[in-house]
């Protein structure tokens, strides 16, 4: 059947200049047909992100609550006196952003179908549900759709007398051009800082300034086994060999730095945190916060194994770890690879870091500097 | 030589048939640069925003139109076409008619955001390059349906201009050089929506 459907794949690429503009519809029907027969624990095709945000919210009823409309999901119990802070992007990434949304953490998250920004109106309407007189701080990932979206959100709100402002994290190391660098892992690590500086009471500004120096300071990089799908679409995104691996592979499948022969895990970890430590100028003795996360398709075991890499080889850096997340955090459907990231920690930030927090995924309690998901 | 509320009614009103008309046609242009889903996208928008365009005042019924178009068609383009209708709503806040040269603000008004929004300048292949062309010809003494005409006549050569640019932003950048020799779908749409002003006059 694969065979089948690549060949077909490749005829409909190669001739779609050559054939009438009807031609190019029908083909493309029969691709996604051929396409469809990837097997998906879901039900109707576009309902599944509403439908996983349900499940969700019967998971966590005391938690968040779902608006079913714009699938955004807002925390229960809101805070009046405290910057509220929300975030969106494309769906694909769970339990990247409503795992999030509790104490201590987001606001609001506000999801997009699987990889696409949600719309200006979804996110509009989060910022209208949950800002206080202290304003909305929108922290999100540098893509172009968005930051367009949520840009032109924080237009209509600003006309309501909203006070909003935005932090856009950049911190995936496998493109060279900052600008263009793509947001990933550090957002969540930003969420969980900013989120604890907005519940302590701190005005929009320093919690802003907060936000962008965790960004600043964190960096993330991504391997490839496989690839992703979009459900929706029923394909796969790009291929590769048994033998290969994409490092610096982006959360929606975008082609990282170079395709490399498989190599051991341990050699992994030791390539991956290489590639962080150069680029964030880490020297002997300081001291960090890790997340390491499987992409999705990631066997447990492997995590584990891993994770046990990539701590093995800062203890030979003499880095100090001061606080880990292992797990899954922002993934890409069903990919099997694995992500590192790496924030360099000072004092505020670890106090930040430490500080309580109450949502489905991350519940910090006092002395525990694993979470594990 | 003014416009009132019912002139934009009108243009919406026509845009919108004009845009559902052209469905299958944008599409297409779109599945050879895009991902094929901005006809339909587009068309959404506008069949959503026929039902509430009650307004007796300008400012107040391109916000809504505006805030209708990104609530429906939640593409990039319909993002920044919303956004600059209730950006020119803004400018037309409160009132019943505007004369040639608050029309001329308005669009300038509406231009910023999309150049704001989307990053987007002259000749990078993109809706830009149909509206400044479009606004700068609204500021002759003529009639207002000869003003009108003259702006969709430089609308359209805008539209045409992009054939042969290569997009350097948005989702047809990917495409680089092979972008060049088709018509932005962007363009195109809203060389339709300028066009449908034209009838009502």
């Not at chain 1, 990837?38 to 998971?59: D, Q, S, Y």
């Not at chain 2, 889903?37 to 509430?52: H, P, Q, T, V």
């Not at chain 2, 409160?94 to 603000?105: A, H, I, P």
């Amino acid at each position: 059947m694969r065979t089948i459907k690549e060949a077909y794949l490749r005829f409909f690429i190669q001739s779609r200049d050559l054939l009438p503009d009807y031609f190019i519809t029908i083909n493309k029907a029969v691709v996604v047909l051929l396409y469809d027969m990837i097997k998906k624990i879901l039900n109707k095709p576009g309902e599944e992100v509403r439908e996983m945000l349900e499940g969700l919210v019967i998971a966590f009823p005391d938690l968040i609550e779902l608006d079913p409309k714009y699938n955004n999901v807002y925390r229960k119990n809101k805070k009046k006196d405290k910057v509220a802070i929300v975030t969106g992007g494309g769906s694909g990434h769970e339990p990247a952003y409503s795992g999030y949304v509790g104490y201590g953490m987001l606001d609001a998250a506000i999801a997009g179908a699987v990889f696409t920004s949600p719309s200006t109106m979804q996110i509009y309407q989060a910022m209208k549900t949950v800002t206080t007189e202290k304003g909305v701080l929108s922290i999100i990932m540098n893509y172009t759709g968005d930051k367009i979206n949520f840009k032109a959100a924080m237009k209509l709100a600003e006309d309501d007398g909203i006070k909003t402002d935005l932090v856009i994290s950049n911190d995936d190391v496998a493109l060279p051009d900052k600008e263009m660098r793509r947001g990933t892992t550090i957002t969540v690590l930003a969420h969980k800082i900013a989120g604890a500086a907005a519940e302590e009471g701190m005005e929009i500004n320093d919690v802003k300034k907060i936000a962008q120096e965790v960004i600043d300071n964190g960096r993330d990089i991504g391997v490839a086994l496989t690839p992703c799908s979009v459900p929706a679409a029923g394909k796969y995104s790009f291929e590769l060999k048994e033998d290969e691996i994409e490092f610096g592979i982006g959360i929606h499948g975008e082609p990282g730095v170079q395709r490399i022969k498989y190599i051991p895990s341990a050699q992994l970890a030791k390539m991956m945190v290489d590639k962080l430590m150069d680029d964030l100028k880490l020297k002997k003795g300081d001291e960090v916060i890790l997340v390491v996360q499987g992409t999705g398709g990631t066997p447990y075991m492997e995590k584990l194994v891993f994770y046990r890499d990539v701590m093995n080889y800062l203890k030979e850096l003499q880095l100090k770890v001061y606080a880990s997340w292992v797990g899954e955090f922002l993934t890409s459907i069903e990919m099997q690879g694995a992500r590192v990231a790496v924030l360099k920690a000072n004092e505020e930030i670890k106090r930040l870091f430490s500080a309580p927090a109450l949502t489905p995924v991350i519940k910090t309690m006092p002395m525990a500097s694993t979470v594990m998901s | 030589m003014s416009f009132n509320v019912e002139f934009f009614r009108c243009f919406l009103l026509n845009a919108s048939k004009e845009i559902q008309k052209s469905e299958s046609e944008l599409t297409d242009l779109d599945s050879k640069i895009g991902d094929s889903d901005f006809g339909i996208n587009i068309s959404r928008g506008f069949r959503a925003l026929e039902k509430d365009l009650k307004s007796e005042e300008i400012g107040k019924l391109l916000d809504e139109a505006g805030k209708t178009i990104m609530e429906e068609a939640s593409g990039t383009f319909g993002t920044l076409l919303g956004s600059m209708l209730v950006a020119m709503g803004k400018a037309s806040r409160g009132k019943k008619e505007v004369d040639v040269q608050e029309m001329k603000k308005m669009f300038e008004e509406g231009i910023k955001v999309v150049e704001e929004l989307g990053g987007a300048k002259r000749g990078q292949k993109t809706f830009l390059d149909v509206l400044y062309p479009f606004t700068e010809k609204l500021n002759q003494k003529d009639s207002a349906k000869k003003v009108i005409e003259e702006a969709i006549k430089a609308a359209e050569e805008g539209m045409t201009s992009t054939k042969d640019m290569i997009a350097t932003v948005g989702r047809a950048s990917y495409y680089g050089e092979r972008s060049r020799g088709h018509l932005d779908p962007g363009a195109v749409a809203m060389y339709i929506i300028l066009k449908s002003m034209e009838k009502c006059i």
